[in-house]
């Protein structure tokens, strides 16, 4: 009887266990995207097949932020799971929000990797701006004073003795607009990214006077995070998204594929897909690591150089606030 007993309770127990996952409901995973295609996860949608486990252990929502701000607060109270940062915020979310159990996850975006693409800054063609010290007096142009773009002609400036305010003038300009003003003479220099950087040099409009790489070096210019807490509670979900975003950027970035990639990037921003068929997913773009792994080397000396700059007031060890067991988990699977 005693051994009757324990085989009924071992049976139940396995049937218990098979059945719990098919009754549970999928992992809600709200994803935060900004821009289109250096952003990779919204186009996963248009090519759902790519996406093995979706609407089985989690649903994919990607939500548009036009701001870090929003995404910081989205994440502190808990209405997004993954917010897609720039290394900028990511230390500020750390510092200002307190987000100490923040970790980053998975890959972005990473500019100055060679034989890639990094971000252009650029003066008109007819400028006489040849050196950077001819930049004394004039006014520079980023998307977002304090982010990754801005630090680079910060830094760079500050190289060559430059100091902001005291001797030129930084102002905001949203990347689409920036090859206007530089040709109306509002911006000496502008902050050229895909595919305005392309643009320009097909139009002959600007000329490049230093480049993202040899102000910074390589940059985490993007990355995935998401809360400690809740990865521990959702840790096999993140795993088949790690795993089918890694199978989505291969597919994306397989030459193979190239024209219905440029079809489905050219329906999701509504541009001609011309604008993208030179340099989409090649070296002339940036780098997108197929496995969606960080360069978390990178990442630290970026923050380092931002603390430098004293554009954060904290040490971070990015070793602490990384869990790459996601996407390591996830390529191991292949």
Not at 206 to 218: K, S
């Amino acid at each position: 009887m005693r051994r009757t007993a324990i085989f009924v309770a071992a049976a139940l127990v396995a049937l218990a266990a098979n059945a719990a996952p098919s009754g549970a409901e999928p992992v809600k995973l709200r994803v935060a995207w900004a821009a289109v295609p250096s952003h990779i996860v919204p186009l996963l949608l248009e090519k759902k097949e790519l996406l093995a486990h979706h609407g089985d252990s989690y649903v994919l929502e990607p939500v548009l932020f036009r701001g870090s701000a929003a995404e910081i607060a989205a994440l502190a109270n808990g209405d997004l799971q993954i917010a897609a940062l720039s290394f900028g915020t990511f230390g500020l979310a750390i510092q200002n929000a307190h987000l100490d159990d923040l970790r980053v996850i998975a890959d972005g975006n990473q500019g100055g990797v060679a034989g890639h693409f990094s971000t252009d800054y650029a003066v008109r063609n007819d400028s006489d701006i040849r050196r950077i010290e001819d930049l004394k007096g004039k006014v520079v142009a980023s998307n977002g004073i304090g982010g990754a773009n801005y630090m680079a002609i910060r830094k760079m400036l500050e190289d060559h003795g430059l100091e902001e305010k005291r001797d030129y003038t930084a102002i905001e300009v949203r990347f689409p607009s920036m090859l206007a003003v530089l040709s109306e003479g509002k911006a000496d220099l502008v902050t050229l990214v895909q595919p305005y950087a392309y643009l320009a040099r097909r139009e002959g409009s600007a000329r490049v006077l230093f480049t993202m790489r040899e102000a910074m070096g390589q940059t985490q210019t993007t990355l995935l995070a998401a809360r400690a807490p809740f990865i521990a509670g959702h840790r096999a979900a993140l795993v088949d998204f790690c795993e089918d975003l890694q199978r989505g950027l291969r597919w994306f970035m397989s030459p193979a594929n190239i024209t219905q990639v440029l079809d489905i990037v050219s329906r999701f921003t509504h541009r001609p897909a011309s604008e993208y068929a030179n340099w989409l997913y090649t070296e002339d773009d940036d780098f997108h690591d197929p496995d969606a792994r960080p360069n978390l080397e990178a990442l630290q000396h970026n923050l380092d150089l931002q603390r430098s700059l004293g554009l954060l007031k904290i040490d971070i060890d990015v070793n602490r606030y990384a869990d790459l067991s996601l996407v390591n988990e996830a390529a191991r699977r292949r």
